[in-house]
């Protein structure tokens, strides 16, 4: 099933109750930003004003940014809001979730001083639990296999999220990929899915040299 899908058949105010209750656990502030970032630069200055509008309308008034500290935690369901807010909003396709998640990482300071250190694909592949651990308080993301040879990489996440964000995620982990891997052909999907009843979120990334 597609985004529209799953959206079409239910109301944003539905889809947000769903996300409150399960999604679990609290992430960097920061991220908020770095999602109002990629909105702006999608949609404009009006159309993040927009998201913020609704996000009011439904109880979760996000608006001075600076009250946070961009390292503080906040819940995670408070950002994975924005994202899902933000495709009501615009009537985003899975490819428009997907073009923020694989934006979004330009944005963050965070990732623009790891990338800095990171060497080899290898060691991003490697540290991509404790990236996880550093930005959430819950879920992990398990580094399962590295095939060089075949050239494809599997990751898993241990966390339910909103459909949304498994599509956010999928964008995400690419442009993390497109960073050390070399190759013009990198690619990504979802293999399995907390939403479709498997026990994790599985990505796999492979690349032509
Ligand atoms: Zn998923």
């Excluded at 963050?108 to 790891?114: D, G, M, N, T, Y």
């Amino acid at each position: 099933m597609t985004i529209n899908q799953i959206l079409e058949n239910s109301s944003l105010r539905k889809e947000m109750e769903k996300l409150w209750k399960f999604t679990k656990g609290k992430v960097r502030a920061e991220t908020i930003k770095n999602h109002f970032q990629c909105i702006e630069a999608m949609e404009g200055k009006e159309g993040l004003i927009k998201v913020q509008n609704k996000l009011e309308e439904l109880g979760h008034p996000i608006r001075d940014l600076k009250k946070f500290s961009p390292l503080e935690f906040v819940p995670t369901a408070l950002a994975d809001s924005v994202v899902l807010v933000a495709t009501y909003v615009f009537h985003w396709t899975d490819r428009d979730i997907f073009q923020m998640g694989n934006s979004a990482p330009k944005f963050s300071f965070i990732v623009r001083l790891l990338m800095k250190t990171f060497l080899s694909l290898r060691k991003v592949f490697e540290e991509a639990p404790k990236y996880w651990q550093e930005h959430f308080t819950e879920g992990r993301v398990e580094a399962a296999v590295f095939n060089a040879k075949e050239k494809y990489l599997i990751l898993r996440l241990y966390h339910w999220c909103h459909p949304v964000m498994c599509v956010f995620y999928a964008g995400y982990f690419l442009r993390i990929g497109q960073y050390v891997i070399r190759s013009k052909n990198v690619a990504i999907k979802e293999t399995k899915c907390m939403n479709r009843g498997d026990p994790y979120h599985e990505f796999l990334i492979h690349w032509e040299s």
